[in-house]
Nanobody, 123 residues
Framework: QVQLRESGGGSVQAGGSLRLSCTAS????????MAWFRQAPGKAREAVAA????????YHADSVKGRFTISQYYAENTVYLEMNSLKPDDTAMYYC????????????????WGQGTQVTVSS
């Protein structure tokens, strides 16, 4: 059974930072690309960042470029989302997702999803 385990959410003031982590099983991590999505109440889910675990390919949404960075620690099957200069608009539930197909992953149709971790940014 695929498991994506997220951690690192919390509450911060605007301008603060958080780092989210998503750890997968070895098979899942090495056979899929990984991504972070977020969904705020009343809004559609959106792709925030994505990374290939077998190449240098990455994606960052325009809304987070320059503030968020996706990275990975291959030896521990973990993908990180470093979030800096947080804004109240970043408040959402953040989900880790995995899929072997990059386009499918970014469309939000990934095969595998984590339970989510809440990020709340106050002004």
């Amino acid at each position: 059974q695929v498991q994506l385990r997220e951690s690192g959410g919390g509450s911060v003031q605007a301008g603060g930072s958080l780092r989210l982590s998503c750890t997968a099983s070895t098979y899942t991590y090495r056979s899929n690309s990984m991504a972070w999505f977020r969904q705020a109440p009343g809004k559609a889910r959106e792709a925030v960042a994505a990374i290939s675990t077998i190449s240098t390919r990455t994606y960052h949404a325009d809304s987070v470029k320059g503030r968020f960075t996706i990275s990975q620690y291959y030896a521990e099957n973990t993908v990180y989302l470093e979030m800096n200069s947080l804004k109240p608009d970043d408040t959402a539930m953040y989900y880790c997702a995995a899929d072997p197909n990059w386009d499918t992953l970014l469309r939000g149709a990934a095969n595998y999803w984590g339970q989510g971790t809440q990020v709340t940014v106050s002004s």
